[in-house]
């Protein structure tokens, strides 16, 4: 793996905005060098930042950084390749793109509110001047859905799509509805969490949602940037017991942004909504994000994931800076790996056996009906380590006198599970091979 | 929009198989020829097609297309520029892709038991002759989860993904657990409605789902396809009291593909899993696939949609040959053009101003209860023909004698609302506004 950055230098970035998203983009790249290395063909490195104040405590280490408080400096760098912005904002956001796009810089922002307002004279800039704008993170954080829907979908003509996309809306919904509060009530919270802003405006209002329904719908259907003409509302006027009468119809309420195309031309529309409750949609709660779009040949497909937080949103500036580097270090045949690493990058991991894998277990017993039965089985089990999470004891069949007993275990290595179930089957009470099926939690 | 045609001949493309997935191929690519020259710059057009049989009844129109029984003959026509190979199975797939990948003709296929088992040197080949071999419609078809493992999750140490990514296997544990049946009851249902092959064990036995894990950890983990190495159990043991004895426990039985990388290995398992009823994994019901990914940054995203099916699959085909036409017709720095579709190929579209948007609506009245009141809004929204779907009609608050009547609408016009609502409001009997909320129901 030495042979990469042996070959070509670095693509050497350039960082404006050292806050929670900007040291978000410093860890990724850092702790992920050598993957993102395999990857693109060369590493990457954050070279130059701006911080509106030197002194702030950074949540990143800012060795091999030249900082600066003018972020003019960063962008006229020539050293600098390739400008990551995170400050946000509209000025001097904007300016400081302009001048990258003039100087022919590829620039990677998390920027909604720009790109809703002027992405159009943005991207005709960037063409101009024979580069790029990337925003996949201006739209859901780390859920890659501008890439979903302008490649992964681009054999369907788009019919619509329906998103969860401003988390801090999403979590005063779920916390209304699940602990019947008010609207401001929740709002406090949301901003003593640190999920609602001083100034919530942007979210509660729907302003937010609408930045993002405006580019994702610009993707959807080809058509320019038109965030006046979305007609937004938000959450602030809710109810907490029109939330309540919605459940009580089988809807949940949630904040939708809405895009659709007709014959005659498109909706775009930011609104809460009520969703029938067995939808996917109805059940992404808290600050989690979510797109539902409707393709003509693939029918309808959802994305989910975290849509704010330093390190999602640095996914996505991350993938959006390996699609740049790729352009310029691959071949254009194979821009993308086969196997997402360069070919001579693959390596070959051992697998391992199933008896070293852990999980938890779900064991179903056929014993018959006599005292001390359980008593010998949870002896064995004790024996080999294995920790019952629940169980479930049914009356015994009238027939047979057989009895079903159906536990769950704690996670264990499957070796060990898989001993105790032969010592089990060889007590005299156990009436029939015991059925074994695995669990997973499936979280982090 | 007439440009893009003058400028550039057609990419020309070679079909192998015109079954069910080769139709849709056709279907797709010609109802979507002009938003497919928006986005590649170039029409795609299929010009020759072959078939085990000619006389057999086709799902699409073939006019324009050469015929034949003999697949090496579309390889070999010099016309061609691209083969898209839907016919499956091991031979003559592989000696056919063998072929035109030596040809130096990119290859797009399907054929995910082809891709897990000779994946390795079919890419080195492609490599060694400048092309390339695309396979988004080999893992839960119209989901496009290689392009977003691949790209859109690039800045991520993958941890761990587990998908249900046979549909055949969902559609009967969803009707194990709904109706109680049987698994071999509901595979002949599944057989029956098409859901299942005659010969069903690649589905049952876990097998297809092995091929689809086998693609997904290499790329998730950059390490060759090892289908070998995957531990892999089907559903065809499954018995329904431990369906329902998973339910009663809290949890659901999914047929899971789960590989997850340890600091010693990478485990690769394929087999039915309980997993908790919350997780939106756990939720995912009938034919439908979806996969949920671990990414160190990111967290967990979920990707969800249509497994299987004609279109679908042409989904990610066509998908597959934008990418590939694009790498051909854009400059290398706007592979992918910002808004989706060419710069000059950006189309205008009207907004609908909200007054026609047509929703659902959840309206809150708050009335004066004494006897008649609901029969003069009823009458009021009679006239504007607003029909009720669900009615919910609450005692009357002891100190006001106010009572709230919640009313849920079929879909009509806003302009249409409004005004029913605008009267209803004159009415003496209405102590406070109509509370308004829109209603989607999300479906196609």
């Not at 912005?85 to 620039?107: H, N």
């Not at 829907?149 to 401003?166: F, V, Y």
């Amino acid at each position: 793996m030495s042979s990469i950055k042996d070959e070509l230098p670095p693509v050497r970035i350039g960082l404006l905005g050292l806050g929670t998203v900007g040291g978000g983009v410093v860890n990724v790249l850092k702790r992920n060098v050598l993957d993102l290395s395999r990857r693109a063909g060369r590493s990457i490195e954050v070279i130059h930042a701006s911080a509106r104040r030197l002194d702030a405590v950074r949540i990143c280490p800012l060795d091999g950084i030249l900082l600066t408080t003018n972020p003019m400096d960063v962008v006229e760098n020539p050293d600098v390749d390739v400008i990551v912005e995170v400050m946000g904002g509209m000025q001097p956001a904007s300016s400081l793109i302009r001048r990258a796009l003039a100087l022919g810089k590829p620039v990677i922002t998390a920027n909604k509110a720009l790109i809703a307002h002027e992405g159009n004279e943005l991207f005709a800039l960037a063409q101009n001047n024979g580069t790029v704008v990337a925003f996949e993170a201006a739209v859901a954080g780390g859920i890659p859905i501008i890439k979903a829907i302008r490649e992964g979908l681009a054999g369907n003509r788009i019919e619509w799509l329906a998103g969860i996309i401003n988390g801090t809306s999403n979590f005063i919904l779920t916390a209304m509805r699940d602990e019947g509060r008010s609207f401001a009530d929740v709002l406090a919270q949301a901003q003593a969490l640190g999920y609602a802003e001083a100034d919530p405006t942007f979210d509660v209002e729907g302003i937010d949602a609408a930045h993002k329904l405006t580019i994702l719908a610009a993707i959807a259907f080809g058509m320019p940037l038109k965030f006046d003409a979305v007609y937004t509302e938000g959450i602030s006027q809710l109810q907490t017991e029109d939330v309540r009468y919605a459940r009580e119809l089988g809807y949940q309420i949630k904040h939708l942004g809405i895009a659709r195309r007709f014959e005659n031309g498109v909706e775009l529309r930011v609104h809460p909504t009520l969703i029938p409750e067995r939808r996917i949609l109805a059940n992404v709660d808290g600050v989690k994000n979510a797109v539902l779009v409707w393709g003509d040949a693939v029918g309808p497909t959802l994305y989910y994931g975290a849509g704010a937080g330093a390190e999602p949103t640095a996914s996505a500036i991350v993938a959006d800076l390996v699609d740049v580097v790729r352009t310029r270090t691959a071949d254009p045949t194979h821009r993308v790996p086969h196997l997402a690493v360069l070919p001579d990058q693959i390596t070959d991991l051992p697998i391992l056996p199933m008896s070293e894998v852990e999980t938890g277990y779900y064991l179903r017993l056929t014993v018959r009906d006599q005292p001390g039965v359980l008593a010998n089985i949870a002896r064995i089990l004790a024996d080999h380590g294995v920790n019952i999470e629940a169980m479930i004891q049914k009356e015994a069949s009238i027939e047979t006198a057989h009895l079903p007993i159906v536990l769950l275990t704690h996670p264990l290595q499957e070796a060990r599970m898989n001993a105790a179930i032969t010592a089990i089957e060889t007590l005299d009470t156990v009436q029939a091979p015991v059925v074994r099926l695995r669990v997973e939690s499936l979280a982090g």
